[in-house]
């Protein structure tokens, strides 16, 4: 352990008090998970997993709507771990094994290059993520798509879910996630703070997240709420402004629905109208009108992903966790992506469960 970590660890646990402090972002977790930390500070300091996982907040309706245009014969590409997670009858995986033309891709210009290499087939790009991946989304329409590629859009974001929290759950602070605030840098995280709720962006070391967990309990302290950036080193307060603007000259903020959360408002990003030519959602309007119109917004009951996602429960205290529940063989997409916390629990902790068994090691 080095000795920056271990002064912010003896600094947390010299001012011991009841404090919730919840982060969203899948790699946070991964942090907390692979070092143990909630191992080595004070009980009394609840570290809370939040919806920082992209594919594991994605509603059940988003990807019914992608395997019913692969199953009306039209290609489709996506990230591999959304493709292993469960819409209300099945997955993409299941409608690759079914026949449909469905391909893992690790970018979107990966998508684009299946299309180009097949001019004859459609094929709808189904692009999920917050503020970090949206984007790149947004760039490549504005460079010019193939003819016969679309896409779909399920991009969210983080702020707005942030700000729902505060009126639904007990959070005393946030940490709010590296990766996205390199793009928006701190003033979307502002209303939360006017709210009385101290935020702090944090990095991915774990001395970063010990740096962000401390910077919280001081600010609740002193009872003061302030937006502070602890991870200067890649995040401007204001944020990456080329990409900003390229998100926003390609989409619009709308309401969105979210797993475990239902609609949360202006927490999507959906393509302007004028990129009518490239939405899936347009092109293949009869298929999204019969799922949006027919179907239920409410999941699945899969698993307790929901309740997990917005911190109502721990993975252990799921029925199916590391029983019927495993990364090989998940009921849900807590323990699908590698940002869910389900996996991270089960991965990070040989007895399957319990964080706070784990020493931390610092290795």
Known sequence: MAESEKKLISAINEQPSPLNIMHVCGTHERTISKYGLRS???SDINLLSGPGCPVCITPERDIDFVISVAKSGVSVASFGDMLKVAGSKGSLMDARSDGADIHTVYSIDDAI??????PDNELVFFGIGFETTAPT?????LRGLPENFSIFTSHKLIPPAMEHLTTSSDIDGFLAPGHVSTI???EPYKPIVKKGFPVVVAGFEAVD???GVFMVQQQNKYGISEMENAYPRCVDNKGNTKAQEIMYEVFKKSDGFWRGFGTIKNSAL???RKFRSVDASFLHADIYDEIYTNSSPEETDHCMCADIITARARPDQCPYFAKKCTP??????????IE????????YNSAGGDTNTRIFTGT
Do not use: D, H, Q
């Open 113 to 118: 290059k299946i299309a180009e290499n097949c």
């Open 340 to 347: 869910g916390t389900c996996y991270n629990w089960y991965r």
């Open 40 to 42: 080595v500070i004070s």
């Open 137 to 141: 989304t947004a760039a490549a329409i």
């Open 270 to 272: 959906t393509l302007k």
């Open 209 to 211: 997240v010990l740096m």
């Open 328 to 337: 090989s063989n998940p009921a849900g997409p807590c323990m699908v992506s």
């Open 184 to 186: 928006i840098g701190i």
